[in-house]
Nanobody, 115 residues
Framework: QLQLVESGGGLVQPGGSLRLSCAASGNILMVYYMGWYRQAPGKQRELVAGITNSDSTNYADSVKGRFTISRDNAKNTVSLQMNSLKPEDTAVYYC?????????WGQGTQVTVSS
């Protein structure tokens, strides 16, 4: 069974950086979109950043200029570099991979920004 495994979350001070990574447990064919979402307590899950198989990206307005999404098509991995982190970035971050036959979600990784 295909699974997404996320890593890189943790506790960081405001202004700090973290890098999230997501890898598939097996080979996923015909991936057309990979993204990161987040969900803070009491809020709905929201898109943070996404990237297509042609490397077109989109970002939430709140993270533009601070976060960068990247992918390795050959390895089916996607990463999220998060800089200048703010307390309002605190949330559980989820990886999402969409392919012709699948719409997969990771288990989530906690990111906490606090002094």
């Amino acid at each position: 069974q295909l699974q997404l495994v996320e890593s890189g979350g943790g506790l960081v001070q405001p202004g700090g950086s973290l890098r999230l990574s997501c890898a598939a447990s097996g080979n996923i064919l015909m991936v057309y979109y990979m993204g990161w979402y987040r969900q803070a307590p009491g809020k709905q899950r929201e898109l943070v950043a996404g990237i297509t198989n042609s490397d077109s990206t989109n970002y939430a307005d709140s993270v533009k200029g601070r976060f960068t999404i990247s992918r390795d098509n050959a390895k089916n991995t996607v990463s999220l570099q998060m800089n200048s982190l703010k307390p309002e970035d605190t949330a559980v971050y989820y990886c999402n991979v969409r392919a012709v036959r699948y719409n997969l979600w990771g288990q989530g990784t906690q990111v906490t920004v606090s002094s």
